[in-house]
């Protein structure tokens, strides 16, 4: 039984379930050279569906204008900006995993990192439509790079705007950067397996001439460091960015100092819900449980559990001093989301996102599969919420004569579920197409890897994975 | 290698250098308080902070390692129960502040609270029955955590029960969540309440943001001290030193994540009752100090203490620390005294008063304790982990 096994304090986590090296390349290679099954088609055009109905609503967007969706005076920011956040608040796991539990030497990352890493890359494309497709001159949409051109218009270097676009792209490429530099030698191990010469030409390409030698290793290494470390403080500075959007406004509710690190434990909270939703889907159709084992999902449900908790204590501090400021719009825009005509959202956001991580405290819950599966669902409900929470504060703004209730369109609501499709297909295309998992770093944490593994006198069997 | 070699014989020593230096502070103090009542309290106050926050910081530091389970630090996790469990005693230590009373908090003066509006506002809140059961409740928390925490691992010394172990990494869960209210709160009466109008969602974070820098800074120093003391290079190994030393390193950037992000969106917005804050501080040479702590608090040891070659240095490192900590002293001077000496900064006899007679008693107290048991934590069951950790440098040091 899986339960107390942990009372041990000193027991180390078999982080993986065999002490084969070539089962481990089998598991996480064989999808990818067997014909895909028919799941996998079927969800690919379902996919596939929902994107073209993004494209279509995209399409008509483009056509009629921004008048198609439900934003308005007072509420000029709608879905657009709540998807966006919300896209990108699920994209910071990735990173935090990769370079932030990579520097604390959490082991346990192995399992889940790269898989993380590509969510992230998929949720920051579905997250950067919002603002393009936002602007309305979507022919302009060049403006919002300081390009020098013939009409002397820059952008305001002083708006948030402009440097969410400098955020975002740099989180994106360095992203990607990692992402990749982590697949090389993984992508070695493909070609070294493939069958086709088409197939081994290919990847011989994309595995950069990757031979496993010394000295690559050590390079490969020094370069992962390197890029941990560098892409470290953009764990932090994306959200918090995406956080001055609001926050550098005199908006009652959107301008309070906490909002930099709650939105960055917001992001890290749902990115964590989010990988572990595909994460257990993907463990059972592509059977990974000798991988990634109920130990990584039950950290992932302790990270859940702070996450969860520090976006509660920033909500009551928010709360707290929304009183104590004394400022009565401040009162009022906090006392109106939790009571006024938008109080169901604030309470799904509310009960989704602070009571129901809550549940982690019971090592029973976060040991029950279908349980913290509906749990991480209702995370990101919530982490939505959240952010709409946020923007809908505008529909009672300072000239109460211009109050009004949003509404979303139907052209909201579909692009909105379109880029499920976007992020469904690029996510089954990764699945289907590359290692899933870091297949060297998943070796590298196995007792087996240890240079002394079985030599008893120096490493007595249980004491080989050090790294905590 | 018998279980006996991780039974310490060595004492630390400074006790009672540091006790004399408690006692001509107190007289100091007095001497103080007679010359002016408001030097004293802003200089008493900020003392009382500076080393408050050593201890909860380590308290941070003991009940994460718990929750993290972690191994690397068991061997100077003593250091942080103990200097933790200093918190009752300064509870004793704070009564001076409870008396200043109006001349603490300006709010406390029924003048004010009847005749500000905005404090007559926040009157369910800010009430002297209210703010002294909170006060009680702080101090009182922390001091069952704290002596829970040095007493259970005490115990385990002797029984070397890893049942114990299981059960301190529930308890850290608990301390996790009162921990996190009781500073914040702490922060919000006792720093930002002296300017009663001035409010930050913020500043609760930003006060823990510096603990935890300087409970690393005190960390560091403490087991340099004990690594000299006992000539043990085993138990307080460089490889500890280096992972202290990335972590002083992290929580620093933190501190200035917090600072900056808090600065900047109160500058942007520029809303007079927010902006107040700030304005203070650029007042006379009050502005000196708001320009240098992003230099000598962030820039210079961030810079300093990139070199993995200065985190394994233990000198260096130290020099480090000592730095880290005056900034840290400098910070809470910067957030406290402003409220009591609008036109700029003056350190005077009280400053040094009140850190001798804090810091002296402080230091006596916490020495005293750690001499009056094992020096590690030698029945912790992942004490062979902590030992035998690699931390994945490769370098050609002897040990």
């Keep these: 039984m899986i339960l107390h096994r942990d009372d041990d304090p000193t027991r180390r986590p078999t982080l993986v379930e065999t002490g084969d090296f070539h089962e481990v390349t089998d598991i996480i290679t064989i999808p990818a050279e067997t014909k895909p099954t028919a799941t996998w088609v079927i969800l690919l055009l379902m996919s596939l569906s929902l994107l073209s109905v993004m494209v279509g609503m995209i399409g008509y967007l483009f056509w009629e204008g921004t008048g198609v969706w439900g934003v308005n005076v007072p509420v000029g920011w709608g879905w657009a900006i709540v998807n966006f956040v919300w896209w990108i608040g699920i994209g910071h796991a990735g990173t935090l995993i990769s370079a932030i539990l990579f520097l604390f030497r959490q082991r346990w990352r192995t399992a889940i990192n790269r898989f993380s890493e590509a969510m992230t890359i998929f949720a920051v494309m579905c997250a950067g439509i919002f603002p393009g497709i936002h602007v309305g001159r979507i022919w302009v949409i060049y403006f919002v790079f300081p390009i020098p051109n013939s ?74 460091l390197i890029l941990a470390a560098i892409s470290t403080p953009l764990v932090l500075s994306v959200h918090s960015i995406v956080s001055f959007d609001f926050a550098v406004s005199k908006v009652p509710g959107w301008h309070t100092t906490i909002f930099p690190p709650y939105f960055v434990a917001g ?55 929304a009183w104590y400021s004394g400022n009565m719009y401040e009162r009022f825009a906090f006392y109106n989301r939790a009571l006024g005509e938008y109080w169901w959202s604030y309470w799904i956001m509310v009960s989704c996102n602070v009571i129901a991580p809550q549940l982690f405290w019971f090592k029973k819950i976060r040991f029950n599969i279908p349980i913290m599966f509906i749990i991480t669902i209702l995370i ?41 499709g976007l992020f469904g297909t690029f996510f089954l295309l990764f699945l289907k197409y590359l290692p899933q998992l870091a297949i060297a770093e998943v070796k590298g944490v196995m007792p087996e890897a240890n240079p002394h593994f079985g030599d008893d006198h120096h490493a007595p069997a249980g004491a080989n994975a050090k790294g905590h | 290698m018998s279980k006996d070699n991780y039974r310490l014989n060595d004492k630390l020593g400074g006790g009672p250098i540091f006790l004399g230096a408690g006692v001509l502070g107190a007289v100091l103090c007095v001497v103080s308080f007679m010359q002016n009542r408001k030097d004293f309290f802003a200089s008493y106050l900020t003392a009382f902070c500076f080393f408050l926050a050593i201890s909860t910081g380590s308290f941070f530091f003991v009940f994460v390692q718990h929750l993290a389970r972690s191994a690397w630090s068991v061997t100077i996790r003593r250091v942080s129960e103990t200097v933790a469990a200093n918190l009752p005693w300064m509870a004793l230590l704070f009564i001076p502040v409870v008396l200043g009373g109006k001349d603490v908090l300006p709010w406390l003066d029924k003048n004010m609270m009847a005749n500000d509006a905005l404090v007559h506002m926040k009157h369910g ?17 922390w001091t069952v955590f704290s002596l829970y925490f040095l007493r259970t691992s005490r115990k385990q010394d002797e029984s070397k029960d890893p049942a114990l172990t299981t059960q301190m990494g529930k308890v850290a869960a608990g301390a996790a969540a009162v921990f996190a209210l009781s500073q914040t709160f702490f922060a919000f009466d006792w720093i930002m309440g002296l300017d009663p109008h001035w409010f930050s969602t913020m500043f609760g974070v930003y006060f823990f943001a510096g603990s935890v820098v300087l409970q690393y800074c005190f960390l560091i ?73 992003p230099w ?63 810091g002296g008693f402080f230091l006596f107290l916490f020495i005293r304790r750690l001499n009056s048991a094992n020096l590690i934590p030698s029945g912790d069951p992942r004490l062979a982990d902590c030992l035998t950790y690699d931390n994945g440098v490769i370098t050609n040091e002897q040990h």
């Excluded at chain 1, 011989?204 to 031979?211: H, K, P, Q, T, V």
């Excluded at chain 1, 990101?380 to 923007?391: A, C, D």
Aim: with cysteine.
């Design chain 2, 221 to 293: 120093l403490t087991s340099a001290a004990l690594r000299r003391k006992t000539g043990r290079k085993d138990i307080f190994r460089t490889d500890h030193f280096h992972d202290a030393g990335k972590l002083l390193f992290g929580h620093n950037v933190f501190w200035t994540y917090i600072g900056f992000s808090q600065f900047f969106l109160i500058w942007y917005a520029n809303m007079p009752e927010e902006t107040l804050f700030f304005q203070h501080r650029a007042a006379g040479s009050w502005k000196f100090i708001s320009l240098m702590l």
């Design chain 1, 151 to 224: 009409m002397g218009v820059w952008p305001n270097f002083r708006s948030p705007l402009l440097w969410d676009v400098f955020a975002v792209s740099t989180y994106f490429t360095v992203s990607v950067l990692f992402w990749y530099m982590g697949l090389i030698p993984d992508l070695a191990t493909f070609r070294d397996r493939a069958t086709t010469k088409v197939r081994g030409f290919i990847l011989s390409i994309f595995a950069l001439g990757w031979r496993g030698s010394a000295r690559h290793w050590q390079n490969y290494e020094r370069a992962y």
């Design chain 1, 267 to 321: 992001a890290v909270f749902s990115g964590f819900a989010l990988v572990e939703t595909l994460l257990l889907i993907a463990r059972q159709v592509f059977g990974l449980h000798k991988v990634v084992r109920m130990h990584h999902l039950d950290n992932m449900n302790k990270f859940m559990l702070l996450t969860g908790s520090l976006v509660g204590y920033a909500y009551g501090m928010e709360l707290f001093i």
């Design chain 2, 125 to 141: 809140y800010l009430n002297p029955t209210f703010l002294y059961i909170r006060l009680a409740a702080y101090f009182g928390l």
């Design chain 1, 380 to 420: 990101n409900i919530g982490m939505w919420f959240e952010r709409f929470v946020i923007v809908i504060t505008l529909h009672a703004d300072f000239l109460p004569s211009s109050w009004g209730y949003y509404r979303p369109t139907w052209v909201d609501i579909w692009t909105y579920i379109g880029t499920f």
């Design chain 2, 296 to 358: 000598c608090h962030f820039a210079i040891p961030f810079l300093y203490l990139m070199s993995w070659h200065v985190k394994r240095n233990i000198v260096a490192l130290s020099v480090g620390c000592v730095w880290l900590a005056t900034m840290c002293y400098i910070d809470l001077y910067w957030l406290i005294q402003p409220n009591f000496h609008q036109a700029g900064a003056h350190f005077g006899l009280s400053d040094i008063a009140s850190i001798l007679a804090i």
